[in-house]
């Protein structure tokens, strides 16, 4: 019996969806600290980019839509428990 060879990932079937990253913004950078202990509370990936600047993934792929839809309902919890607007920059 041989070995089967080895897959190059390049050559990968690419039906898997996406991890999705998003940076945002906030209105009252003093924030920050809270807002990434927040996110990673929900298992997001956070890093602090900069200019003040979150990159935000999260910790399971989906599709883009998907994706996009959870990524803004932590956003709208957070902005209804804090005075502050996160923006998500394109």
Request: glycine share 4%.
């Amino acid at each position: 019996m041989s070995a089967r060879p080895l897959l190059n990932p390049a050559d990968a079937p690419r039906t898997r969806p996406r991890a999705l990253y998003v940076t945002l913004r906030l209105s009252d950078p003093a924030e920050r600290d809270a807002l990434r202990s927040f996110l990673e509370k929900r298992e997001c990936h956070v890093q602090e980019l900069a200019g003040g600047f979150l990159s935000v993934g999260l910790p399971h792929q989906l599709h883009e839509q998907q994706a996009r839809l959870e990524v803004d309902l932590y956003l709208r919890v957070w902005e209804s428990l804090h005075d502050s607007r996160i923006d998500i920059v394109p």
